[in-house]
């Protein structure tokens, strides 16, 4: 089984490889949501349910995933102890740490999200790395785009950017600095998506 076979067995889930690592002889791979429609498909399934229904469809999916691939399914949620999904990104050779310290990927830019992964117990070649977006980014918007500099080259001030929110409804649907990166902005999340993940992050 090679790399590109996994990636179209999460496709056909409304899931997208996001780039792996090796580690002690296994590969772990990275999904992430499949843009354009992964919120119209996700927000009708049956599983899509509960007080986490995300996570509840990333389970169930990512699990019958892992079944079919004969894997060990893996996820961002369920602790703690938590699995490091951050540390994991940077090393998938598609993610890096922004101007701003935020995850930035290489398609979904700062709108990046996890909602799970496969691990194998062999070795899967994976895909050349790529260099970051940001390298060649001139202008660098995401370091300017937060109205009251909770997020930018200092780093993020979680406190401050959770007390704008509750007074900003524009912040509150989708973060400014997140949206501000051109990569983000080509990506295709639905505006619904956005204020999804605002609302879970208040509520955290």
Known sequence: ??????AQAATAVHLTALGGFHEDGATTILLGPREPGFWDHVSAHPAFTGDEPLDNWSDATITG????????PLFPFGGPPYNAFISWALKSGETWQSPVGLLVHKDAGLLVSY????????????????TSPCDTC?????????????IGADGYAVPACKAHIATDPVCRAGCRVRLSCPISQSYGRTPAQTAFHMEAFVRE
């Not at 909602?115 to 790529?130: E, K, S, T, W, Y």
């Open 1 to 6: 089984m090679t790399y590109d076979d996994i």
């Open 65 to 72: 995933l892992a079944d079919q691939l004969s894997a060990t």
């Open 115 to 130: 909602r799970g992964a496969l691990r194998f117990g062999h070795h899967i070649d994976l895909p050349i790395p790529v």
């Open 138 to 150: 001139a202008d660098k918007p995401c370091l300017t785009a937060c109205p009251v500099g909770a």
